[in-house]
């Protein structure tokens, strides 16, 4: 029996040195998940709209895409129209972008029914709700007639995903659906997807950069690199025993979580006098005030925080927990509405602007975008040397010896010092923003979410060199992410936090591994596992088509 | 910005030039074609006394509406005076407009808009202001001009004043802030930088660049004001020659003499061609990064 979708030997070429995609072929069967993974450039997304001709009009494509038997690729915009919906969907990864903000869910998705069907008004809202249902989104008959703004990230996706289904394709393409979403929403939307598949039969070409969905919910996998297939193969076979180096590393990349407790490595600063106390929180809140439009929003509540020098504290939760604002209350960005801060045992709110002033020299921040992060008109050397300008330390010479110094400690060419930002890679830009936290020697190091933005490999690469410096110079760091599991591998201890309120505190091994509180429990359960072997039963009982 | 972002994996990725400077875009391609325009008039402005063969007011006798000749390589005008030495010399007034109205105009806006990001009561008196002056046609606002302080250069160079500070207050206003709200802005202040350094060092160089895109663009719209103001009898009075009041001349005696405004109408074509193709190459820089 043929294969659902067919494609060999797939060019992607935008007249570039190389091009985008290289001779790719895969299949996806019916009922199966391919997964197609690959860092950034690698050629998954292009590969994904060439199969619905969405390619931009720069783009040449060559080869053969067969989707039940039609050659899609070269196929006129007519024939494509009727494939598009019916026979293959998209999803894309940003759920705000596939929804009109100025309609309604059920306009939407009428549109969406009736550019394929002839369907009456009332016919089209029953199956609106009827889809809506199926993507169990709770209370339907009252959400059909929602704006997208009235819900959260989750449930757009998951009306995104009814567009989608609206159609009752055979095939369902889905970009990286879930990489905007938080960790435990991304959990549901992906059993979603299992469910749908196991009760349709859709096939599913699965893209996305994170290994741990593709271990929990592929059957299949097609490992891609600057546009080329380097290897493909079942889930469990590319998992167990990669065969090709690339495969390897990527593997090794990525960060995990513990299965089962570690023993508790006991500090040995068994004194634990007040003098070693870098940043110190107690009973903070921050409300930020009222604005036209907006109510007043108490974004962290009551937070007792404590951070001892040398030590590395992560602030984990999901979007709105509040962990960004304690890391910008900690680097004096934000004031505390209520309760004190303490960095170094001195109270921020009595102290006089020259003394915070100076105390701003202890703390640092790396922030998380690289690509906005550094001023771009700055050079690299001026951008690191900004700090020792701003506070006037040592003659313009000693400055610059300071800045080559400091390029070395993050392991990039001295010469870079006359680069500008958008000459560099975004790994090399976060180790810059790093070189440039590390000017003042600072005593504490606010990170916030350094890696997210970073590809798999790259972001080992930044852990390893910050993990490497940390424990050299001996800075404490609250290191801020929504990624578990890199906390677990930069982090001491580790502070779980929700819409506002600490959770959760202790040592890192032990809160993964054993977390007393059911929220934890929930966070850490929902982390997809890099370890296809690790299925949940639920899941492994559906038919995997092609092993 | 999605999470997953277009970077490549950590190898030497140096692309482009190291060219920091926004000149650099008028050192090839459109920038240069359009420096070399530009040049060309600024210098035939300046050095037209040298250039000129007659004066600009000479009226020579019994010459008057005479096709180009190898006397007089544009012809004459209704009074016999050489349309060439008239145009080299309302180049003049055209450069006035163009390097001192003009900039004078963008300096004033940019000052108002800074100023205006610091006091929200500020910004909206000022936004109403912008409003306000905007809502009305430049040409509206020519006439209404003339009416009260009477034709010449200096209504001109007010009226090109008061059109480019809303433009260029709104355009400053913008920039600074969302300069202002950007990551490394922000890193700065973590740092323990002050406001001052913050504007002086960040926002102000980040802010130059599409000001000085639309300074281009700006310049060209001053010379069409400038012809536009004359040709209606509002900008310079006679007998002082501007390229605008030039064409006017041209088309009152275009049956008698067609070629008369070829001359003066080239001149401007070439300037404002010029500052739109060193607009566009500096815009098309800015995008670059």
């Known amino acids: ?547 | 910005m999605s999470v997953v972002t277009e970077v490549t994996t950590d190898k030497d990725t140096a692309t482009g030039s190291d060219r920091t400077s926004s000149w650099a875009a008028l050192r090839s391609g459109r920038g240069l074609v359009g420096a070399v325009l530009v040049g060309l008039v600024v210098l035939a402005g300046l050095l037209a006394p040298i250039l000129a063969p007659f004066a600009p007011d000479q009226q020579i006798p019994g010459a008057a509406l005479q096709a180009p000749s190898g006397d007089h390589l544009l012809g004459t005008d209704s009074v016999g005076r050489d349309v060439l030495s008239r145009t080299l010399y309302g180049i003049r007034i055209d450069l006035l407009v163009i390097f001192l109205a003009v900039p004078a105009g963008a300096a004033i806006g940019s000052i108002l808009g800074l100023v205006a990001t610091r006091y929200h009561w500020l910004d909206t008196a000022m936004q109403r202001s912008f409003d306000l002056i905007l809502a009305f046609p430049t040409i509206i606002l020519a006439i209404a001009l003339t009416m009260v302080i009477g034709p010449g250069v200096w209504t001109i160079a007010t009226v090109i004043i008061l059109a480019e500070v809303p433009v260029f207050g709104r355009l400053t206003r913008t920039a600074v802030l969302t300069v202002r709200q950007s990551p490394y802005v922000e890193a700065a202040r973590a740092i323990g930088a002050d406001e001052g350094w913050i504007l002086r060092r960040h926002v102000l160089p980040n802010c130059l660049e599409p000001l000085t895109v639309q300074l281009a663009l700006a310049m060209s719209v001053g010379v069409f004001i400038e012809g536009a103001m004359s040709f209606l009898g509002l900008g310079v009075v006679p007998p002082t020659p501007s390229l605008g009041s030039l064409i006017k001349e041209g088309t009152q005696n275009a049956y008698h003499s067609p070629f008369f405004v070829v001359g003066p109408l080239t001149v401007v074509l070439v300037l404002v061609l010029g500052l739109l193709l060193i607009s566009q190459a500096l815009a098309a820089r800015s995008r670059q990064r």
């Open chain 1, 1 to 547: 029996m043929t294969a659902l979708l067919t494609i060999r030997g797939l060019n992607i070429d935008f007249g570039g040195t190389r091009p985008a995609v290289d001779d790719i072929s895969l299949d996806v069967d019916r009922g199966e998940v391919v997964a197609l993974v690959g860092e950034s450039g690698s050629g998954k997304s292009m590969t994904a709209r060439a199969v619905l001709g969405l390619l931009p009009d720069s783009a040449t494509a060559t080869g053969s895409i067969l989707l039940d038997g039609t050659e899609l690729l070269g196929a006129s915009e007519r024939e494509l129209d009727a494939v598009r919906g019916t026979k293959v969907s998209l999803i894309f990864q940003e759920p705000q972008s596939a929804l009109n903000p100025v309609r309604r869910i059920g306009w939407q998705i009428r549109e969406a029914l009736r550019a394929h069907t002839r369907i009456s008004k009332s016919e089209a809202r029953a199956r609106a709700i009827e889809l809506l249902e199926q993507v169990e989104i709770p209370d339907p008959q009252r959400r059909v007639d929602y704006y997208p703004h009235q819900l959260s990230g989750g449930q757009k996706q998951r009306v995104a995903i009814a567009l989608a289904l609206a159609g009752e394709p055979d095939l369902l393409i889905a970009d990286e659906p879930t990489t905007a979403l938080d960790v435990t929403v991304q959990a549901e939307i992906l059993t979603l997807l299992d469910r749908i598949r196991a009760r349709t039969g859709m096939g599913i070409l699965l893209i996305t950069h994170n290994m741990g969905v593709v271990a929990q919910h592929a059957d299949r996998v097609v490992v891609l690199r600057a546009g080329e297939i380097v290897e493909t193969g079942s889930t469990h076979t590319v998992f167990d025993a990669p065969t090709h180096p690339y495969t390897r590393d990527l593997l090794a990349a990525v960060p995990r979580l513990p299965d089962h407790p570690e023993p508790v490595v006991v500090p040995d600063t068994a004194a634990k006098a007040d003098t070693d106390v870098v940043l110190r929180f107690e009973d903070v809140s921050v409300t930020y005030p009222a604005t036209r439009g907006n109510p007043a929003f108490r974004a962290v509540e009551s937070v007792d925080l404590t951070v001892r020098r040398g030590e590395v504290l992560g602030l984990v939760g999901e979007s709105g927990s509040g962990k960004t604002t304690l890391g910008r209350v900690a680097a004096g960005l934000v004031a505390a509405t209520e309760g004190t801060v303490l960095i170094e045992g001195r109270d921020l709110s009595a102290i006089d602007a020259r003394e915070l002033r100076a105390l701003r020299r202890d703390v640092a921040v790396v922030q998380q975008d690289p690509a906005t992060s550094l001023d771009p008109r700055l050079t690299i050397g001026a951008s690191i040397r900004e700090p020792l300008d701003v506070h006037k330390i040592g003659s313009p010479a000693e400055r610059r010896t300071r800045v080559a110094e400091l390029l070395e400690a993050v392991r990039l060419p001295a010469a870079f010092a006359d680069r500008l930002p958008h000459q560099l890679s975004g790994g090399q830009r976060q180790r810059v923003a790093l070189a440039r936290a590390l000017a003042l020697r600072p005593r504490l190091i606010i990170a916030d979410e350094p890696t997210s933005a970073l590809d798999v490999s790259v972001q080992a690469e930044v852990l390893e060199l910050f993990a490497q410096i940390q424990s050299e110079l001996g800075f404490a760091c609250v290191f801020i992410s929504h990624d578990l599991a890199v906390v677990h591998q930069v982090a001491d201890r580790v502070m779980v936090l929700r819409a506002g309120r600490v959770v959760e505190t202790g040592p890192v091994g032990e809160v993964f591994t054993a977390p007393r509180d059911p929220y934890t429990r929930a966070l850490v359960e929902a982390v997809p596992d890099p370890d296809p072997s690790r299925r949940p039963l639920e899941v492994a009982g559906l038919e995997p088509a092609g092993v």
